[in-house]
């Protein structure tokens, strides 16, 4: 098992910025790539970004590609998305997941383990 906790969510204008933060525990130290996603009202689970703990392989989706950056703190089994020049289409819940061997990242259904989310609202 892999447990999964986000933060960092919150209320920001149109510009500004969040750092997201998930901390995972458990058996974190075999996850081959964690993953954020999001989910608008309405709309499905769409991929934002994607690292591998060996060797900080990155990809994003084209939404987000040259404003968010993912990076990851092995010691600390965290992953970070930094989120700039946010947009209010960037409204959502935002998971974090971990999937424990070689997969598609921006595909939601490879990953094994979620969390229970972060909400961002970007206010125009």
């Known amino acids: 098992q892999v447990q999964l906790v986000e933060s960092g969510g919150g209320l920001v204008q149109a510009g500004g910025s969040l750092r997201l933060s998930c901390a995972a525990s458990?058996?974190?130290?075999?996850?081959?790539?964690m993953g954020w996603f999001r989910q608008a009202p309405g709309k499905g689970r769409e991929f934002v970004a994607a690292?591998?703990?060996?060797?900080?392989?990155?990809n994003y989706g084209d939404s987000v590609k040259g404003r968010f950056t993912i990076s990851r703190d092995n010691a600390k089994y965290t992953v970070y998305l930094q989120m700039n020049s946010l947009k209010s289409e960037d409204t959502a819940a935002y998971y974090c997941?971990?999937?424990?061997?070689?997969?598609?990242?921006?595909?939601?259904?490879?990953?094994?383990?979620w969390g229970q989310g972060t909400q961002v609202t970007v206010s125009s």
């Open positions: 997941a971990a999937v424990l061997r070689p997969a598609r990242v921006a595909v939601a259904l490879e990953y094994d383990y």
């Open positions: 458990g058996r974190a130290s075999s996850t081959y790539a």
């Open positions: 690292i591998t703990w060996t060797g900080g392989s990155t």
